[in-house]
């Protein structure tokens, strides 16, 4: 995901340095104008926006706090914008820390697979303190095709985010339970599809949908193991509401037997396997 937002930002004239641990992949972006930096560090000093696209809290916690990381570098008064879906315990362990530095924090997070990042179609989703967020909106539109202002702190752009997987999983879980009653029965999933897309209009269901009934789990748009925990931050962050998701406690329960059966790197959308495998499907296709 962050390769094409870097791309997005160098052609809406940004001036950008990136870092990636995979040094490879920050390489491949020099033909396009981006500056090499060697640590997170180097990245951000004297920058004014500090963008992170990362794959969890651990990663994030890292690239902030870590001894090359963000928070002793980025100059006062330069804000840091994270994309990342993190859990909102981290999301405000972050604005505490760059608060105490004297510096700003704001929660972008986005909905959209890659392809979707390169297309520039994402939807980007703001939360912090309103003069941040309007200084940051150059980058924010850049990034995509939207977004929308959800809360004054930025951790309740992450209660969004998660809430927005949450119901793209439910989509899934959907899915897979009614491919494998139709399969059971001798039914064309594909010409289902005729009959379903007369009901549902939407890209999300249209992606999801065609995976599943094409088997297409590989490469993964956005792996299971990430799936996974987006969920468990989503039934963290609704036990801190005091707000029971049973539905979440059976998708994470599928992806933990998906990982178990050796899925963890396909599409998340191969719980639908899962799901064809607990009805005694074999073979789905």
Not at 18 to 39: F, Q, W
Not at 79 to 92: D, N
Not at 131 to 155: H, K, N, S, Y
């Amino acid at each position: 995901m962050g390769a094409p937002m870097a791309r997005n930002l160098i052609r809406a004239g940004h001036d950008v340095t990136v870092y990636n641990r995979t040094r490879a992949k920050a390489e491949a972006l020099a033909a396009d104008g981006a500056r090499i930096a060697d640590s997170v560090a180097h990245a951000v000093r004297g920058c004014e926006v500090a963008v992170t696209m990362l794959a969890d809290d651990n990663a994030v916690q890292e690239a902030i706090f870590g001894s090359a990381g963000m928070l002793q570098a980025l100059p006062p008064g330069a804000v840091h914008m994270s994309t990342s879906t993190i859990s909102v315990e981290i999301s405000k362990k972050l604005a505490a820390k760059h608060t105490a530095a004297g510096q700003g924090y704001i929660a972008t997070p986005v909905l959209g697979r890659p392809e979707a990042a390169a297309a520039q179609k994402l939807w980007v989703i703001a939360a912090g303190p309103p003069e941040l967020v309007e200084r940051c909106q150059p980058m924010i539109g850049a990034l995509g095709r939207g977004f929308t202002i959800v809360g004054r702190d930025a951790w309740q752009a992450n209660v969004v985010k998660l809430a927005s997987n949450f119901m793209i999983v439910s989509l899934i879980e959907t899915l897979g339970e009614a491919f494998a009653l139709l399969r059971k029965a001798g039914i064309s999933v594909h010409q289902f599809l005729e009959i379903a897309n007369t009901l549902f209009s939407s890209p999300v269901f249209k992606v999801y949908s065609q995976l599943i009934a094409d088997e297409k789990y590989e490469p993964a748009g956005f792996r299971m193991k990430l799936g996974l925990k987006d969920v468990r931050l989503a039934l963290a962050a609704a036990e801190e509401q005091a707000v029971p998701m049973p539905l979440a406690g059976i998708i994470r329960d599928h992806f933990l037997q998906g990982i178990a059966l050796g899925y963890g790197d396909r599409d998340w959308s191969a719980i639908a396997r899962v799901i064809a495998a607990n009805a005694g499907i074999e073979n789905p296709s």
